[in-house]
């Protein structure tokens, strides 16, 4: 018998501390996907968010460091220069990247830092109980707009991937999204391209995750895979940005 | 040996440099900008890495993914910027990673003024950013010491697994004087770093991490860090004393300072009073034993703030002697003779 699938080597065998149907667990899973297919299990550094995946390294099984909220590209800077032998990535929520973490993020970028981001994008902060995110959708309730997000009093959903592609240093940017086996396998590929290009020095790659937060969208798992396509993805369009 | 003419900001990086550091991050900020500019030059002579960063924030947390990695790793600034450094600065002691964070310090609060000043001493001392953390703090009062404390604070950092700050003054950082750069080849001491982030070839996962989720699990970690503190407490106390057997009236002062102080006791030994100088050296941990009761008279403390370090040697003589106090900040500095004139009135 021919083995086809099997539990990805950079991945725990343990339970995940993520509510039914988010998208941080799927995540997890395509980067030790990737890690292992790519052969780079004992070469790569992860750095983990503050967020809901604040102990990432619980269940990847490989060096890890954490950071402080938003902090994520700046201690992978100082990593990567240090060791610029290994393959360092960040993996944060858009609270952690692109609110408390904006300047970091677009420094590291602006230098051209050879470093893979994942960018997660739920449109809402998930650990501190569901408030207002940078990319939070014109109109959606969260805890803390309560009322819908009003434009004119808490601006618009703040698109980073569109906003970073105009820096000059970015190689590649793609948005896609964990909400079909088809998309799924989408994602897998662009999370693929851009460790791939840190393997061959093109430089800083990014890949937004639109990805479900059922619990503070206040849906189903169901209906939250389905509000992505329907909705999300009319703010922030899939498909590669640069 | 050779003797160069340098400031306390360039010895300081000249002493990194020699030290191992590889990696420096950093801000620009008056009066530390020579030790920036210092570090841009050399380090990338010797083969390492420096990045101008975007904000205080960012130069911290760089230094905190270089030193995860394994690498001697610095950053300078002064007051305003180390407020920033803060967040950094406690998540570096709860992964307990090494680091030196130089600080030449100037007027506060707030914005301030560039002038020297000494009013950082509880934030060094007493915290600063979040939790139950303590830095080695060094306080050096020439451009020589600037050199030897900062070598030194490079191997404490890594013997202990913790940042260790030099906190200097303007007038430490842009005086010059003649230094002794020792020697070119300095034996750099090399602690091995088995927790490093280098890939996990050939062992299980390390992690660099200061989140403890489950019950007991911070606080015995927590605990863990509190017997590193004493045993720092019991062995790595310096201070230098001039004058205190015969001592009636003790002048203690640190940094800066303390060379003010000194040539007051000098005078005032000419004019008969016998006064000597406690000055700690190390301010985190506070020399206490120096101020032990054989050595009992009165003291007066003297700094460029309104009395900080005034507290811990209250806390020292632990009301076995009377403790006086006279400081200037903001840009004053207690002269020779408004401390001759206070000592008078005390005796
Ligand atoms: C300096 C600081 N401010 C605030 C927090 C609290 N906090 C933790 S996670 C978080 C938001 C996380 O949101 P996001 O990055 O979108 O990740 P998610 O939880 O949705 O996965 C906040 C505000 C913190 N830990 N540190
Ligand atoms: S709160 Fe949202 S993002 Fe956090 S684990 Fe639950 S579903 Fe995932």
Not at chain 1, 164 to 188: C, D, F, H, Q, T
Not at chain 2, 97 to 115: F, H, S
């Amino acid at each position: 018998m021919t083995k086809i699938y099997s539990h990805p080597k950079s991945l725990r065998g343990v339970t995940t501390h993520y509510c039914p149907g988010c998208g941080h667990g799927m995540a997890h899973k395509l980067i030790a996907e990737v890690v292992d297919e790519l052969g780079i299990r004992e070469k790569i550094i992860g750095v983990a968010p503050v967020g809901c995946a604040v102990i990432a390294y619980d269940y990847w099984d490989f060096d890890c460091s954490e950071a402080a909220h938003g902090r994520a590209l700046a201690v992978a800077t100082g990593i990567k220069r240090v060791r610029p032998q290994n393959i360092v990535f960040t993996y944060q929520g858009d609270g952690d990247l692109a609110a408390i973490g904006t300047a970091e993020t677009i420094h590291a970028a602006n230098r051209g830092e050879n470093i893979t981001v994942i960018f997660m994008n739920n449109a809402i902060y998930g650990m501190t109980g569901g408030q207002m995110a940078p990319t939070t959708i014109a109109g959606q309730k969260t805890a803390t707009t309560p009322q819908g997000r009003d434009v004119r009093t808490s601006g618009y959903p703040l698109k980073i991937s569109e906003m970073l592609a105009v820096l000059e240093p970015v190689k590649y940017i793609e948005r896609v999204g964990l909400s079909s086996p088809s998309n799924i396998i989408k994602a897998k590929k662009a999370i693929k391209q851009a460790f791939q290009n840190q393997i061959d020095g093109v430089g800083f790659s990014l890949v937004e995750l639109l990805s479900p937060c059922p619990t503070y969208w206040g849906m189903s798992p169901a209906e939250a895979l389905k509000w992505i396509d329907e909705v999300m993805t009319k703010e922030f369009p899939l498909g590669r940005i640069k | 040996m050779n003797k160069i003419l340098i400031s306390g900001n360039e010895a300081i990086g000249e002493a990194a440099v020699q030290a191992g550091c590889g990696f420096y991050a950093g801000y620009p900020i008056t009066p530390q900008n020579e030790l920036t500019a210092y570090m841009a030059k050399r380090i990338t002579e010797t083969g390492g890495i420096f990045i101008q960063s975007e904000s205080e924030i960012s130069a911290i947390n760089m230094v905190f993914g270089a030193s995860a990695a394994g690498e001697r790793a610095m950053t300078s600034s002064s007051s305003p910027g180390i407020s920033l450094k803060q967040e950094g600065i406690s998540y570096l002691a709860g992964a307990q990673l090494p680091a030196v964070i130089v600080n030449i310090m100037r007027g506060g609060p707030g914005l301030g003024n560039i002038a020297p000043a000494q009013s950082d001493y509880f934030q060094a001392t007493k915290g600063g950013g979040h939790g139950d953390y303590r830095l080695i703090v060094l306080a050096p009062y020439s451009v020589q010491e600037a050199f030897d404390l900062t070598t030194l604070a490079f191997d404490l950092a890594d013997i202990y697994r913790m940042p260790v700050m030099i906190l200097g003054d303007g007038i430490i950082g842009q005086m010059m004087e003649p230094l002794e750069a020792k020697s070119k080849k300095r034996k750099v001491k090399n602690v091995e770093k088995p927790w490093a982030l280098t890939g996990c070839k050939g062992r299980k996962p390390n992690i660099a991490r200061s989140f403890y989720m489950k019950e007991g699990d911070l606080e015995k970690f927590n605990l863990g860090l509190q017997g590193k503190y004493k045993k720092i407490e019991g062995k790595e106390t310096r201070w230098e004393e001039k004058y205190v057997d015969d001592a009636r009236i003790i002048l203690v002062a640190y940094g800066t300072m303390a060379r003010i102080a000194e040539e007051a006791v000098k005078q005032l030994r000419k004019d008969k009073i016998k006064a000597g100088l406690i000055r700690p050296i190390t301010l985190w941990p506070f020399p206490v034993e120096a101020f032990r009761p054989a050595k009992r008279a009165r003291y007066l403390v003297t700094e460029m703030s309104y009395g900080q370090m005034v507290e811990d040697v209250r806390l020292a003589v632990n009301g076995k002697a009377k403790v006086e106090f006279l400081g200037r900040s903001g840009g004053g500095i207690p002269t020779q003779e408004q401390i001759i004139n206070k000592v008078k009135d005390i005796v």
